[in-house]
């Protein structure tokens, strides 16, 4: 089975900060992986696919990269709607897909 | 623009069986996949299973015993079952549709979510 680990699992960032977090995968996955945002109480919203690529109507201060094991997601300017958990999803496994266990990004 | 409902009981006794159904609306339910994912309160999503429009199935390994995914085109919706529920199995449910390309598969969009809480 293919293990996600994101890190740090919480931080503390100001509005304007430019964030970056991590996504490990446990083998490789080439590309094939996803990244999700969570507000409190509403269903995660898909942000960057296929590691790089963004989602139609997210805003370009959104940013993924990597590729193999290790992958990132960078937010350059951080909002105040930004203030979310955000999970990354491998698909290299596919028809079996799992979760990273979520990075929370609240306000310092 | 695609839009998907959950609906279902928010109580299920435990050793019962937890039913959902998820409304397509806004798009038809062919031609695509759709799958159940699910999130315990305070903690991260786990995906359940899918299933194609034409009825074909996949699930996770660690649920598949319990897990019944089936489709009904007519009426644009498609359900999920899970079996002998333990109060492990307390989680709000999400319905997603999962895109499947040639650069991977990702869930978009999904629905509101549902909580369904297992307890006597």
């Known amino acids: 089975d293919i293990q996600m680990t994101q890190s740090p699992s919480s931080l503390s960032a100001s509005v304007g900060d430019r964030v970056t977090i991590t996504c490990r995968a446990s083998?490789?996955?080439?590309?094939?992986l996803n990244w999700y945002q969570q507000k409190p109480g509403k269903a995660p919203k898909l942000l960057i696919y296929?590691?790089?690529s963004l989602q139609s109507g997210v805003p370009s201060r959104f940013s993924g990269s990597g590729s193999g094991t290790d992958f990132t997601l960078t937010i350059s300017s951080l909002q105040p709607e930004d203030f979310a958990t955000y999970y990354c999803?491998?698909?290299?496994?596919?028809?079996?897909?799992?979760f990273g266990p979520g990075t929370k990004v609240d306000i310092k | 623009q695609v839009q998907l409902q959950e609906s279902g009981p928010g109580l299920v006794k435990p050793s019962e069986t937890l039913s959902l159904t998820c409304t397509v609306s806004?798009?038809?339910?062919?031609?695509?996949?759709w799958s159940w994912i699910r999130q315990p309160p305070g903690k991260g999503l786990e995906w359940i299973g899918y299933?194609?429009?034409?009825?074909?199935?996949n699930y996770n390994p660690s649920l598949k015993s319990r897990v019944t995914i089936s489709v009904d085109t007519s009426k644009n919706q498609f359900s999920l079952k899970l079996s002998s529920v333990t109060a492990a199995d307390t989680a709000v449910y999400y319905c997603?549709?999962?895109?499947?390309?040639?650069?991977?598969?990702?869930?978009?969009?999904w629905g509101q979510g549902t909580l369904v809480t297992v307890s006597s």
């Open positions: 997603a549709r999962l895109v499947v390309a040639a650069t991977g598969a990702w869930f978009d969009p």
């Open positions: 806004g798009g038809s339910i062919s031609s695509y996949y």
């Open positions: 299933i194609y429009y034409s009825g074909s199935t």
């Open positions: 083998q490789s996955i080439s590309s094939y």
């Open positions: 296929a590691a790089s």
């Open positions: 999803q491998q698909s290299y496994s596919t028809p079996i897909f799992t």
